[in-house]
């Protein structure tokens, strides 16, 4: 698969008018804005889709797999930021951004489920692509205040979805655990206590209760909820055998999968499927 390098703190793109993904699947290293500008079809995310109509956005993460099935020519514009940019922002909400915005991976959908901010972030996409196309005196700093002020919006979407407890002031530690937890999620092996506290420098048997304190809840139990989590989009989003599902996330097979998923949810994975 191809996998994008980005050598700029950040970049823009506005395509012309596309009948045909010139892409095909691909990642990056680089976080990237995909925001639609006119047309329909069909975006792909880690094997989750998603019917895509103007005026939709999207957070693809680094590393995460994606591509476009146009149904009708398509206007992309595409905001593309490294680590470094985000990294830099030391101060305010975009403290924990990075951590934010990785959330984001695996996620299938429009970014924005706030009626309200849709309408301001079609504002500024707007100034975004004059000023891209315009490049008057001043054009790069008032794109990067664009963008940040578009990151803010983006992540107070995200926080919808993030534990109620994390905010500016949390574990900065505690908050790379759950982060870690998140990159590793397909990966059992790392998810257990003692490679993360190895990973951490933190002992095994303090963990645990770690996690906890920071996060009021365990860290088995957040592992648990993440997953869940995910499985119930996969069930939503995609086509996927509840077998393949089980096999993606570590679950002995199909049968150990129903008994997880009926004893957290209530119903089993077909039910869930059935009625969403």
Not at 66 to 76: G, L, V
Not at 84 to 108: C, D, F, W
Not at 184 to 210: C, D, M, T, V
Not at 215 to 231: A, G, H, P, S, W
């Amino acid at each position: 698969m191809k996998k994008d390098v980005l050598h700029e703190p950040f970049e823009l793109i506005l395509k012309e008018f596309l009948d045909v993904c010139p892409r095909g699947e691909h990642a990056h290293s680089f976080f990237e804005i995909i925001y639609v500008v006119a047309g329909t079809g069909i975006q792909s995310i880690n094997t989750t889709e998603f019917a895509y109509k103007p005026g939709h956005l999207f957070l693809i993460a680094p590393e995460d797999s994606h591509r476009f099935d146009i149904k009708t020519p398509t206007q992309f514009f595409f905001i593309r930021f490294n680590d470094i940019y985000v990294q830099a922002k030391e101060t305010g909400p975009l403290q924990r951004m990075e951590m934010i915005l990785k959330n984001a991976s695996h996620e299938p959908g429009c970014a924005l489920k706030n009626d309200a901010d849709k309408k301001v972030v079609r504002s500024i996409m707007e100034a975004l692509i004059a000023e891209h196309d315009k490049k008057d005196l001043y054009h790069k700093e008032l794109i990067s205040q664009y963008i940040n002020t578009l990151l803010v919006i983006i992540a107070r979407n995200i926080m919808v979805s993030l534990p109620s407890q994390i905010d500016e002031q949390s574990d900065s530690k505690a908050i790379k655990i759950l982060q870690y937890v998140q990159a590793n999620i397909y990966n059992p092996e790392f998810l257990k206590g003692e490679h993360i506290s190895q990973k951490f420098g933190i002992s095994e048997a303090y963990i645990g209760r770690y996690f906890q304190k920071h996060m009021n809840e365990t860290l088995q139990q957040f592992v648990m909820n993440y997953k869940l989590k995910l499985i119930e989009n996969r069930l939503q989003h995609t086509d996927m055998q509840i077998t393949e599902i089980a096999n993606e996330f570590g679950f002995t097979d199909k049968s150990h999968l129903n008994r997880i998923f009926k004893k957290y949810v209530g119903v089993s994975p077909g039910e869930f499927r059935g009625k969403n």
